[in-house]
């Protein structure tokens, strides 16, 4: 227990100092205008270098990222239906796609799966 004690002080101790010095050694204390502002063939740029980000398209990202984990959750439910108790295994699996459909139910009825406002 000690050992574990003093292994865990060591690798706090080091990960705080690779912070400290990552923190020291990366911190950029030359702003210059010139050097952050976008570069057009050396004259001032007309308009705003950054384009704007899409939220819908954040939104439609997340939801296939999620949607994209929940299917990687239920593959494993075939494969288990085996080897379990079938009345656990319908139940378990019952609200699990229930949860998911409420889910889907709602952002489509928020109108987060509209492409076009």
Same mark, same amino acid.
């Given at each position: 227990?000690?050992?574990?004690? *003093?292994?865990?002080?060591?690798? &706090? =101790?080091?990960?705080? @100092?690779?912070? %400290? !010095?990552?923190? $020291? ?34 939104? *439609?990202?997340?939801?296939?990222? &999620? =949607?994209?984990?929940? @299917?990687?959750? %239920? !593959?494993?439910? $075939? ?39």
């Amino acid at each position: 227990m000690f050992i574990m004690m *003093i292994m865990s002080l060591i690798i &706090i =101790f080091i990960s705080f @100092i690779v912070m %400290l !010095l990552g923190s $020291i050694l990366s911190k950029k204390t030359f702003f210059d205008r010139e050097k952050n502002s976008p570069f057009e063939c050396g004259f001032d740029p007309k308009s705003s270098a950054r384009m704007s980000f899409s939220l819908h398209f954040f939104l *439609i990202a997340i939801i296939f990222l &999620i =949607f994209d984990v929940e @299917i990687a959750l %239920l !593959l494993p439910i $075939i494969i288990i239906m085996n080897v379990s108790n079938l009345i656990n295994w319908m139940m378990v699996t019952f609200f699990f796609l229930t949860i998911l459909l409420l889910g889907l139910y709602h952002e489509w009825n928020q109108g987060a799966l509209n492409w076009v406002n």
